[in-house]
C-alpha cells in the first residue's frame, strides 16, 4: 500500500468521523428547535380554528371548531419537559462527584453520607436563585438561598455523623424509626435488630462470618450502635426530602434524585422504592478501586427492587478510573464480561472519571495556555501542569481533549440524553398524534353533511331530506351495535370467556415465578417476591389492555360491516382509543369504587399477606430455608386457590367497565353528529343558506386536511430523527 493509499483512507476516516460528530451534534441539539416548532405549529393551529370558528357561528359551525381538553393538558407536559434520573451506589462509591461532574458544577458536598430518608431532588430554579428545602418527617420544613449555609446545611444538617456509617442507617430510619415512632417496645426492637443482622450476614464471606463480624464490627458492638443509634434519634426530624434548586442549563429538562447509598445487602426503604417506580433512568454507582466487583450489592438492588420493565434503562457505572494502575482496566472488563456483562446490556455499563471530568469542565473555560498555565501555578496543580507542559507541549486544545478522553465521561453524557432526547421525542409524536385525531374527528362529522348534499346543492328539500336519513342511519347503526354488544362482552367476561382461563393462567404464572426464586433471607425474599408482584401487576394491566383494545377492534370491525349497507362517513362516530387513552381508563377505574375494586390492593392483599412479618418468625422456623421456602410458596398457592374466582372477577370487572366507558363514548360521539345534523338543519331556510354552509364545511374539511397532512409529516419526520439517533 503507498503512501498516497494511506492518505485517502486516513482523510476518508477524518471526513466521516467528523460527519458522524456534526450529525449527533445535530440530533443532540435538535430537541429544543424541534420543541419550539412543535409549540408554534399548535399556536398557528389554535389561531386558524379561532379564525373559522369565527366565521362559522352565524350558522352554527363554531361547536366543530373545539379542542380537546387532553390537548391542553398534553401541551403543558412538552412545556415543562422533565427527565427524572435516579441516582444511588454503595458507600464512597463517588456518588456526588458523579452528580457534580454529570452537572457541571459542584452543587454537592462530597465525602459525606446524607441520611438516607432523604431523598435529595436536584432541579432547576425558576427564578434563577439557589435555594434548598428540607422536609422533616414530623412536618418540620427549612427554606435557605444563601449557597454557604446551603453546603453547611448539606455537610452537618443532612449528613450522617462518621461513627454511624457503618451501620444500615436508611433501613433503620425507614423500617424502625419512621415506622414505630416511639411506640415500640424492647422485643421489637431486639427483633429488629437480629432481621438487619441476619441479612448482613447472609452477605459475608465465610471467614468474616467465622470472626462473627458485621461491616466490621463484631456482632455485640453491631448491636450497641444500633441501639445507640436509635436511642439518638428523633424520628420526627428525620430529613424525608431535600429540594436543591439550581439556575443550571442542564437541569432545564433533568431532575435528579440523589438517593442514599446502599449497603452490602443492597436494600432500599419504601421511600426510595416510591422514587424507583416514577424514575426515567436509574444509576447505580461502584468504584472501581477500595470495592470488589463481585460484591452482592448490585445484584441485590436489582433482583429486589427493579421491575423488568425498568431494566433496559438501568446504567451500572463505575467511577474513579484513573485511580487504578496500567493495565488494571483491562482486568477489569474481562471481569465485567463474567459478571455484569450476563445482567445488563453491555451498552448500558460504564467506566469513568468523574473527578476529571470536573477538571475537563473547569479548564474549557480557559481561552489561552497562558491562561491555564498561570492558574495552575497560582493553585500548585503540580501534576496537571506538568502533563500540560510535557505531553501536550502547552496545546491547550490538545491538553483539553486529552482530559476528555481521560475521563470518558461523554459516553456516558451521550447515552443519558439520547434517552432523555427520546422520551422527549415520543411525547412530541404522542402530542402530534393528538392534533392529528382531533382532525379525523372533525372531518368525520363534517363529511357527514357534505356526503349527505352532493349533487343537491340546488335543491333544498332534496338536501333536508337526506340530512334526516343521515340521522336515522346513525340511529338504525347504534342500535344495532347495542344489541350486538352483549354477545360480544360475553365472550370475553362470560362464564366461559377468555378472562376466566387468562385469571387463572396469570395466577398459575406468578406461582411459577415465586418457587423460581432462590431463598437466601427473610427480608430480602420478601422484596425479591414483592418486586416479582410488581412485574405481576404490570403484566396484568398490559393483558387487560390488550384485551380492551380486542374488544374495541371486533365491536369497530362489526360497525363498519353494518355500515356497507348504509355507505355513512364513521370517523366521527366510531370510539378509537389509544394506549394512553386505555391505561387513563383503567387508571379512572381504579378510583371508581361503584364500577372497579383496586387491583393493587386486591392483589397485594393476598400476596403479601404471606410476605409480610417475616420478621417476628422463630430462629427455629428460619434454619431451615428450604421448609421456609416450601411454607411460602404452599401458602401463595392456598391463597391463589382461595381467592381465583375474586380475581376472575376484578378482572372482568376491569374490561366490563372498560365496555362501559367505549359504550358512554360511542354514545356521545352519535349524540354530538345528530346535535351537528340538527344545527345543520335549523338553518336551512333558503337554497343560498344551504350552499353557504355546504361552502363552508368544505372550507373547514379542507383546513383540516392540511393540517392533518402537516401533522403526519412532523410525526414522519420525529420518527427519522429517533432512527438516526
Not at 454529570?102 to 454537592?108: A, C, P, Q, R
Not at 415506622?179 to 424492647?186: G, H, L, V
Not at 368525520?444 to 340546488?458: A, R
Request: proline share 1%; glycine share 4%.
Amino acid at each position: 500500500m503507498s503512501i498516497s493509499d494511506i492518505e485517502i483512507i486516513l482523510n476518508f476516516y477524518k471526513e466521516f468521523k467528523e460527519k458522524n460528530v456534526k450529525e449527533k451534534n445535530m440530533i443532540k441539539n435538535s430537541i429544543d428547535k424541534n420543541v419550539e416548532k412543535i409549540l408554534n405549529l399548535f399556536e398557528q393551529y389554535k389561531k386558524d380554528i379561532s379564525q373559522l370558528s369565527n366565521k362559522g357561528k352565524e350558522i352554527n359551525f363554531s361547536e366543530t371548531m373545539k379542542l380537546d381538553e387532553k390537548i391542553n393538558k398534553k401541551i403543558e407536559e412538552i412545556k415543562n419537559r422533565e427527565y427524572k434520573i435516579f441516582v444511588t451506589g454503595e458507600a464512597k462509591s463517588g456518588k456526588s462527584t458523579f452528580i457534580n461532574a454529570f452537572l457541571g458544577e459542584d452543587i454537592l458536598p462530597t465525602g459525606f453520607i446524607q441520611c438516607t430518608s432523604s431523598i435529595i431532588e436536584i432541579r432547576r430554579s425558576k427564578d434563577e436563585k439557589k435555594r434548598l428545602i428540607s422536609e422533616e418527617v414530623g412536618g418540620g420544613i427549612t427554606r435557605e438561598e444563601n449557597i454557604d449555609k446551603i453546603k453547611k446545611f448539606l455537610k452537618e444538617t443532612a449528613a450522617i455523623p462518621d461513627e454511624y456509617r457503618d451501620i444500615p442507617f436508611n433501613i433503620i430510619n425507614d423500617n424502625f424509626l419512621i415506622r414505630f415512632k416511639d411506640n415500640y417496645t424492647e422485643k421489637d426492637l431486639n427483633n429488629f435488630i437480629s432481621e438487619i443482622k441476619k441479612e448482613k450476614v447472609n452477605n459475608l464471606t465465610d471467614s468474616e462470618t467465622k470472626k462473627g463480624k458485621v461491616d466490621n464490627l463484631t456482632e455485640e458492638e453491631f448491636e450497641n450502635k444500633v441501639k445507640k443509634y436509635i436511642k439518638n434519634s428523633n424520628w420526627r426530624k428525620v430529613i424525608k426530602r431535600i429540594i436543591l434548586e439550581y439556575p443550571l442549563e442542564k437541569l432545564k429538562e433533568v431532575t435528579i434524585f440523589d438517593t442514599p447509598g446502599v449497603g452490602a445487602e443492597g436494600s432500599v426503604g419504601d421511600i426510595t422504592k416510591k422514587y424507583i417506580k416514577d424514575a426515567d433512568a436509574i444509576i447505580f454507582i461502584k468504584s472501581v478501586v477500595g470495592q470488589d466487583i463481585e460484591s452482592t450489592s448490585f445484584t441485590n438492588f436489582l433482583n429486589e427492587n427493579i421491575t423488568d420493565d425498568k431494566e433496559r434503562s438501568t446504567f451500572l457505572v463505575f467511577t474513579r478510573k484513573n485511580d487504578t494502575k496500567e493495565g488494571d482496566i483491562e482486568q477489569f472488563e474481562k471481569r465485567l464480561e463474567e459478571t455484569f456483562y450476563k445482567k445488563l446490556k453491555r451498552e448500558n455499563i460504564f467506566i469513568l472519571d468523574s473527578l476529571t471530568e470536573l477538571k475537563y469542565k473547569e479548564y474549557q473555560k480557559f481561552t489561552t495556555g497562558e491562561e491555564l498555565e498561570i492558574y495552575l501555578k497560582e493553585k500548585e496543580k503540580w501534576e496537571e501542569w506538568g502533563v500540560f507542559n510535557g505531553k501536550y507541549k502547552s496545546d491547550l486544545d490538545e491538553f483539553i481533549k486529552g482530559i476528555k478522553k481521560d475521563s470518558a465521561f461523554y459516553k456516558f453524557r451521550d447515552k443519558i440524553d439520547e434517552f432523555a432526547d427520546k422520551a422527549h421525542y415520543l411525547k412530541l409524536i404522542s402530542f402530534l398524534d393528538m392534533l392529528k385525531k382531533n382532525c379525523e374527528k372533525e372531518i368525520g362529522k363534517l363529511n357527514l353533511i357534505i356526503k349527505s348534499c352532493e349533487g343537491k346543492k340546488g335543491n333544498l328539500q332534496e338536501i333536508k331530506k337526506s340530512i334526516e336519513d343521515t340521522k336515522r342511519k346513525i340511529k338504525d347503526i347504534l342500535n344495532a351495535i347495542r344489541g350486538d354488544i352483549p354477545s360480544f362482552r360475553e365472550r370475553y367476561i362470560g362464564t366461559d370467556g377468555s378472562i376466566t382461563k387468562i385469571a387463572k393462567d396469570l395466577l398459575n404464572f406468578i406461582v411459577d415465578k415465586i418457587e423460581k426464586v432462590a431463598y437466601t433471607e427473610a427480608t430480602s425474599y420478601k422484596n425479591i417476591i414483592e418486586k416479582e408482584l410488581e412485574n405481576f401487576y404490570n403484566y396484568t394491566n398490559d393483558i387487560k389492555e390488550k384485551e380492551l383494545k380486542k374488544f374495541i377492534e371486533e365491536i369497530n370491525n362489526k360497525i363498519l360491516e353494518e355500515n356497507k349497507k348504509l355507505d355513512l362517513s364513521l370517523n366521527a362516530l366510531l370510539p378509537n382509543f389509544d394506549d394512553e387513552e386505555i391505561k387513563e381508563i383503567f387508571e379512572k377505574a381504579n378510583k371508581d369504587s361503584e364500577y372497579y375494586e383496586d387491583t393493587t390492593g386486591m392483589i397485594r392483599s393476598f400476596f403479601n399477606f404471606v410476605t409480610f412479618g417475616f420478621v417476628e418468625r422463630t430462629k427455629e422456623l428460619r434454619k431451615d430455608k428450604d421448609k421456609e421456602k416450601k411454607l411460602i410458596v404452599e401458602n401463595i398457592k392456598t391463597k391463589c386457590k382461595e381467592n381465583i374466582y375474586k380475581f376472575e372477577n376484578i378482572l372482568q370487572e376491569s374490561i366490563k367497565y372498560g365496555i362501559k366507558e367505549y359504550e358512554k363514548v360511542l354514545k356521545k360521539n352519535a349524540e354530538n353528529t345528530q346535535i351537528q345534523l340538527d344545527l345543520f338543519l335549523s338553518n336551512l331556510k333558503t337554497t343560498e343558506e344551504a350552499i353557504k354552509q355546504i361552502n363552508l364545511a368544505e372550507e373547514i374539511v379542507k383546513f383540516y386536511k392540511e393540517k392533518e397532512i402537516k401533522f403526519s409529516n412532523e410525526i414522519d419526520a420525529i420518527h427519522n430523527i429517533i432512527g438516526k439517533n
